[in-house]
C-alpha cells in the first residue's frame, strides 16, 4: 500500500523556488447519516477537525502567500479558513496584520467531476464508495466525466486558479480519489479509502516537470472501514 508523504516532510523537502498547489480534503465532519436528504451538505467540521486543520496550516513555511480555493460546502469553507488561521497562529500574516484571509468558494471543486446530476444523486443512494469504485475501475460511469481526460483538467484549473506561492485547494473525497487514482496509481475499496486532510500536493517549479505526490496532515492517509 502506497504511503502518503506527512505535510511537514513535503514543505520540508520542497523546492523554494517553485509553487505548490494543494488538493485536500476537508477535516473531520460530524458523521453523515442515510436519511440525510442532502447527503451531508450541512455536516460541519468536528472540534478535532478544526484542530487538526489548524495544525496543517501550522506546518506551511513562513515566508511566500497563500491562496485558498474550497468547494461551496461549508466544512470545505471551514477547513481553509482554519488552515490559514494555523499560518498565522505561525507568525505568518498573509496581508496586512489583523486581516481576514479570503476563502473564494468554486462550484466546480463541488462537482467537478459530476456529468449528469440525477445519476449522480442515484449514485450516492445505491451505495456512495461501492459507485466511485466502479469508476475508478473502468475510467467510466453514466453519473461521471471519463476520469482521467477529467483528472487532467482538474490539474489545469488549479493551474490557471491561482498563481500564489501556495495554493490550496479544499474539497471532497469524491474528488480526490480519482485524482490521486489517476496521478498516483493508488488503488482504492469500499474498505479502503482516503483519511481526511489528506490529497495531493503539485510543486511547480520554474522549469522542469511537475511533481506530484501523495500528502496527509494526519498520522496516516489511509482510513479502514
Not at 523554494?16 to 455536516?43: C, M
Not at 444523486?121 to 461501492?130: A, D, M, N, S
Request: proline share 5%.
Amino acid at each position: 500500500m502506497t504511503d502518503f508523504l506527512p505535510a511537514s516532510d513535503f514543505f520540508a523537502q520542497a523546492d523554494w523556488n517553485s509553487k505548490i498547489y494543494l488538493l485536500l480534503r476537508h477535516a473531520e465532519r460530524n458523521h453523515i447519516t442515510p436519511q440525510d436528504k442532502d447527503f451531508g451538505a450541512h455536516v460541519g467540521l468536528t472540534e478535532r477537525g478544526r484542530r487538526q486543520a489548524i495544525s496543517l496550516g501550522r506546518v506551511f513555511p513562513a515566508f511566500g502567500e497563500a491562496t485558498y480555493f474550497s468547494s461551496p460546502v461549508g466544512r470545505c469553507i471551514e477547513t481553509a479558513q482554519c488552515i490559514a488561521e494555523g499560518r498565522k497562529l505561525a507568525g505568518y500574516v498573509n496581508g496586512a496584520a489583523g486581516s481576514a484571509v479570503k476563502v473564494t468558494p468554486l462550484d466546480a471543486l463541488g462537482d467537478f467531476f459530476v456529468r449528469d446530476v440525477p445519476a449522480y444523486e442515484q449514485t450516492l443512494r445505491e451505495g456512495f464508495y461501492e459507485g466511485i469504485c466502479k469508476w475508478l475501475e473502468s475510467g467510466v460511469h453514466d453519473a461521471f466525466y471519463p476520469l482521467h481526460e477529467r483528472a487532467e483538467q482538474m490539474r489545469e484549473m488549479m493551474l490557471e486558479k491561482a498563481s500564489s506561492r501556495f495554493n490550496v485547494f479544499v474539497t471532497h473525497d469524491a474528488w480526490i480519489v480519482p485524482c490521486l487514482s489517476h496521478f498516483c496509481g493508488l488503488k482504492f475499496d469500499p474498505k479502503c479509502w482516503m483519511n481526511f486532510l489528506t490529497g495531493l500536493a503539485f510543486e511547480v517549479p520554474e522549469k522542469g516537470e511537475v511533481k506530484i505526490m501523495p500528502v496527509t496532515a494526519l498520522e496516516t492517509g489511509w482510513l479502514h472501514f
